[in-house]
């Protein structure tokens, strides 16, 4: 970990392949896949080097599909999605990770993340404007809600689905009880700025471009407090683009 999170690759690369080493000694699989996709290739991915972490996702791939491990298998396709998204190849991510949650779902493995993934899925419909499919996996993931992070998230999916099909009256509707959420749950806190893209995009799409410039100034607040420069940037482009 120490590592990992000083950035220093070749030790990275050395301690990954000790752990992988001691993990199929000792026969735990968790930590050969755990160290292998979470350590070394969520570096290359963290660092730009998206074509090495799927040389080594695919390699990584290859040994869980003869070991027939389906918890690594998993991760592979996780992490393969991962990459692929950022690629922007967007249909080989909806793949990646449909074939994960099918594996999980199969298998009936560990759903502890089963919902996140499913967000993935969602926004990558959304993104090559499969709406329908969207909206399928949507109600299918109602099943998995089990706490308000994940009611809170739903709320903004359903926001986003009927925003992009013209139903806004009930886009406003999910975005106000997504915002109930966030008002009475403290730990939703750092969810802030998904609330507020959202709720940016709905504005927008409806023209009301005063409440536009109120919530991105609220966004450029947040992204500052939260240190994320690239959004701050993002924000302050776009606040721009509305003034001029």
């Known amino acids: 970990d120490h590592y990992y999170f000083t950035g220093q690759e070749d030790s990275i690369i050395a301690w990954v392949g000790r752990v992988k080493k001691f993990a199929k000694e000792t026969r735990q699989p968790q930590y050969y896949y755990f160290s292998w996709g979470k350590r070394l290739i969520l570096f290359y991915i963290k660092n730009g080097k998206y074509n090495t972490a799927l040389y080594e996702a695919q390699n990584m791939l290859k040994e869980a599909q003869l070991e027939d491990d389906k918890e ?5 396709y996780d992490c393969i999605g991962d990459i692929y998204t950022l690629k922007g190849f967007r249909q ?3 793949d990646a990770k449909l074939k994960a949650i099918e594996i999980i779902e199969t298998y009936n493995l560990n759903a502890y993340n ?3 993934k499913y967000i993935t899925v969602v926004q990558q419909y959304n993104e090559t404007g499969q709406l329908e ?3 399928e996996v ?19 999916l359903y926001a986003t689905y009927y925003r992009k099909t013209g139903q806004l009256e009930k886009a406003q509707e999910s975005l106000e009880e997504a915002e109930e959420l966030f008002k009475h749950d403290k730990r939703l806190a750092n969810r802030k700025k998904f609330l507020l893209t959202a709720k940016e995009n709905y504005y927008r799409q409806t023209h009301q471009y005063q409440k536009t410039l109120q919530i991105l100034e609220e966004k450029e607040k947040v992204a500052d407090e939260m240190g994320e420069a690239l959004l701050g940037r993002e924000t302050r482009m776009l606040k721009g683009k509305i003034y001029y």
């Open 72 to 76: 690594g298998l998993v991760s592979c």
């Open 92 to 94: 080989q991510a909806i």
């Open 114 to 116: 089963l919902h996140n």
């Open 133 to 135: 499919k969207a909206i």
């Open 138 to 156: 949507i109600k299918k993931m109602e099943k998995l809600v089990q706490n308000n992070q994940q009611a809170f998230e739903q709320k903004l």
